[in-house]
């Protein structure tokens, strides 16, 4: 296992808080994080993160490490970063976060055609719901369907989020279609688990907003999951029309209740400003504007 790889790990569980967590992070299973704190800690001969089945906690020569660690992957950092902006090439390793169902449907297949233009350029794509916060996790850009973003970042709006809510015919012809977000309540629904109280979907009627119902046959935090149970018959779905649109077009879906979708949510690229002169950050942000902005 790579030194560095592993400072990167042990910087990252500590700042997690938790293997899970740090798992999120740096883009492996939270049992290859163990392996890596474990052969860490083999090789300096002292433990730095004290484990029980309740909780972990840094050890004092934990912190130790942790400090001297942190300086030295920010040290690294910077020398990839001078060395890539005087050079005025594009290359080197980008790492990128985005929500799940916008990561896979809309940034995976952006990725892999600017890949085929930029060869000299390495991805690392980290999908997940949690707001990743850019300088601490090390991320050179970010997608976030949010209206609010920290001052230190530099953002670029995209196309909204707007959602659709539909069925297959097959649902619709054995139920009767609901005609308003009340009706919802009698129907087989299908949620994300991310949907919460901080990050909701309100239907709205005139004045007035109908949460989308929390009693449902069938909840994931994959988009494309629910979108295969909807496209087979097993309820209503409201997903990104980004997600749904080739089976609304190939009539495996079916629209509804076009007149209470809630309000488009704003997607936004962000990225660090210290970062904006880096080549391979520029041609990337310009290659997603050009297909997206």
Same mark, same amino acid.
């Given at each position: 296992m790579s030194k560095l790889r592993q400072m990167e790990v042990f910087v990252a569980v500590v700042?997690?808080?938790s293997f899970a967590d740090a798992a999120l992070l740096v883009g492996m299973s939270a049992v290859m994080v163990g392996r890596h704190i474990q052969s860490l800690e083999n090789t300096l001969n002292t433990k730095l993160i004290q484990r029980t089945t309740r909780r972990q906690s840094v050890t004092g020569e934990g912190r130790l490490f942790y400090e001297? @660690?942190?300086l030295a992957l920010e040290q690294v950092k910077y020398a990839y970063n001078l060395v890539e902006a005087s050079t005025g090439k594009p +290359?080197?390793?980008?790492?990128?976060t985005a929500p799940m169902t916008l990561g896979v449907s809309l940034v995976a297949p952006l990725v892999s055609e600017f890949m085929r233009a930029y060869p000299d350029i390495q991805i690392e794509l980290i999908l997940s719901n949690e707001v990743m916060d850019l300088y601490e996790s090390s991320?050179?850009?970010?997608?976030?369907? +949010?209206?609010?973003?920290e001052a230190n970042l530099i953002?670029?709006?995209l196309p909204p989020y707007r959602m659709v809510i539909c069925a297959a015919p097959q649902y619709l012809q054995a139920q009767q279609a609901p005609?308003?977000?009340e009706a919802l309540r009698?129907? @087989?629904i299908l949620t994300h688990t991310s949907w919460s109280n901080t990050f909701a979907w309100s239907l709205k009627s005139g004045d007035a907003q109908f949460p989308w119902p929390e009693r449902a046959v069938l909840k994931s935090n994959d988009g494309q999951v629910l979108l295969q149970a909807a496209i087979a018959g097993n309820g209503i779905l409201m997903q990104p029309d980004f997600l749904v649109a080739n089976a609304l077009k190939e009539g495996k879906l079916v629209s509804i209740m076009e007149a209470f979708l809630p309000e488009p949510k704003p997607v936004q690229i962000v990225y660090p400003r210290q970062k904006k002169s880096l080549p391979k950050l520029a041609v990337f942000v310009d290659f997603v504007m050009a297909r997206l902005g």
């Open positions: 700042e997690a808080g001297e @660690a942190k +290359s080197g390793l980008l790492r990128i991320f050179d850009i970010g997608f976030r369907i +949010s209206e609010l973003i953002a670029k709006p005609t308003t977000p009698t129907h @087989a």
